[in-house]
């Protein structure tokens, strides 16, 4: 089964100001295409989205445009913005003419939780429907229902939800995680993203860990709203690339070749437009 990462951050440090890689060490250092590539390649990957990695705001546009050219195999670039800003309707403008731009991203799962709820955001997020790009939605668990009020608020625009909602896997902590979710999946205009949980378990995660996050996002959210993304480096912390293609490929063993064929590759195509 061939797979389109939906999530793959490349960090490169000889170009780009990364101002928050020095409190993470274990990722402040080079990841580049070549060498993702000479992993993913082996394990089915056959193309990915780059992920913006929270650049500094004046490398951001240069960024974007690096990455969308940066390697045959990465299809796209998922382009950093600030919706909170009056400047982002010229900036979104001169982004999304920008060749192989496929979505944006605002972070939100470290910034205050007032930041989507201004009008202004709202208006801008409004903003992406007509570019038809999505936008990615990386909140923690407790900030779900912020995210479910955005995207009430902005129906014509698709979201993507990062990482299962950034679940504590290590903790266990499945409520009130899946009622949030139920609420947001109830919102047609979102999908979900199964990537990053392991990122959030303990070192020494099983798969009995996973299973019940991953298969309340697929019950809550239908196998026609679901992508997969590897949010390497990240997912470096607690495992390694192989074996996250691994434990996801033996969660949904007992899928349907067609059900899989729409997590690993064909609802990305479509949602991103590839």
Known sequence: MRIVDTHLHLVYKDRFAYPWLSSAP?????WTAEDYFAQARTLGIEAALHMEVDVAETDMEAETRFMA???PRVVGAIAPGRPETAEFPA???RIAAISGVKGIRRILHTSPDELSTSGLFVDNIKRLAAARLPFDLCVL???LPIGTALVSRCPETQFVLDHCGVPDVAGQALDPWRADIAAL???PNVAAKI????????PDWTLDDLRP??????ACFGWDRIVWGSDHPVCTLTANLARWVEATRTLVAGASADEQAKLFHRNA??????
């Not at 274990?26 to 080079?30: E, G, I, T």
């Not at 195509?269 to 590839?274: A, C, N, V, W």
């Open 26 to 30: 274990p990722l402040d250092q080079q």
């Open 69 to 71: 050219t940066v390697h």
């Open 91 to 93: 900036y979104l403008e």
């Open 141 to 143: 668990a407790r900030q």
């Open 185 to 187: 999946a109830a919102r």
């Open 195 to 202: 990537s990053g949980i392991v990122a959030y378990a303990k």
């Open 213 to 218: 996050f991953v298969d309340h996002i697929i």
């Open 269 to 274: 195509e479509r949602i991103y437009k590839l």
